[in-house]
């Protein structure tokens, strides 16, 4: 079974500075299969970005993904208002098919 | 416009039984594999279920097989999540989620998600 880690749990930063979100795999998953989602309260998660690095339609140049092997990253160059929830990774492989990080909250400072 | 309206959570017993739905527009639904994700509340997400394009595979989380079915009909555009012999630890946020088009792996789009409540 593939374990996902987000680190920090939490990271508080004020607008306008970049975030740097980490997710880290317990073996090595292919880059193909590295998700990460953004999550609201109250909201359903929406995606941001899949194959590691590829953006989803409508998602700002701002967020941007990399890595690969066991290290992840998602970076978020400059923090807007909007840009402050909690953020999951994803991956597909098996058993469980798909897996889930742990969520990293990402709040004003 | 892809939508996805889930219906059917609400309070049960433990032991009790419930039938999610899901229904789809904006998108043609037979084209597409399916999934069920769960909340708990103030907790992460949990991936619970895949179904194929056609409903003739079927996968499921070690968490919930033998317990839950899913299903699919493409003729009423709907997803199905029937759940027997529920818990306490099932109360969540159940949310149906479209499957990117191969290969990529993803959930693209999902519901506002229903409640699920399992209590004495």
């Known amino acids: 079974e593939i374990v996902l880690t987000q680190s920090p749990g939490t990271l508080a930063l004020p607008p306008g500075e970049r975030a740097t979100l980490s997710c880290r795999a317990s073996q090595s998953i292919s880059s193909s299969y590295l998700a990460w989602y953004q999550q609201k309260p109250g909201q359903a998660p929406r995606l941001l970005i899949y194959?590691?690095?590829t953006r989803a339609t409508g998602i700002p140049d701002r967020f941007s993904g990399s890595g690969s092997g066991t290290d992840f990253t998602l970076t978020i160059s400059r923090l807007e208002a909007e840009d402050f929830a909690v953020y999951f990774c994803q991956q597909y492989g098996s058993s469980p098919m798909y897996s889930f990080g742990q969520g990293t909250k990402l709040e004003i400072k | 416009e892809v939508q996805l309206v889930e219906s059917g959570g609400g309070l049960v017993q433990p032991g009790g039984s419930l039938r999610l739905s899901c229904a789809a527009s904006?998108?043609?639904?037979?084209?597409?594999?399916m999934h069920w994700v769960r909340q708990a509340p103030g907790k992460g997400l949990e991936w619970l279920s895949y179904?194929?394009?056609?409903?003739?595979?079927?996968f499921y989380a070690d968490s919930v097989k033998g317990r839950f079915t899913s299903s699919r009909d493409n003729a009423k555009n709907s997803l199905y999540l029937q759940m027997n012999s529920l818990r306490a630890e099932d109360t969540a946020v159940y949310y149906c989620?479209?499957?990117?088009?191969?290969?990529?792996?993803?959930?693209?789009?999902w519901g506002q998600g229903t409640l699920v409540t399992v209590s004495p």
């Open positions: 179904i194929s394009s056609f409903g003739t595979t079927i």
């Open positions: 194959g590691a690095s």
């Open positions: 904006g998108f043609t639904f037979s084209s597409y594999e």
């Open positions: 989620a479209r499957g990117h088009l191969w290969p990529v792996r993803v959930f693209d789009y």
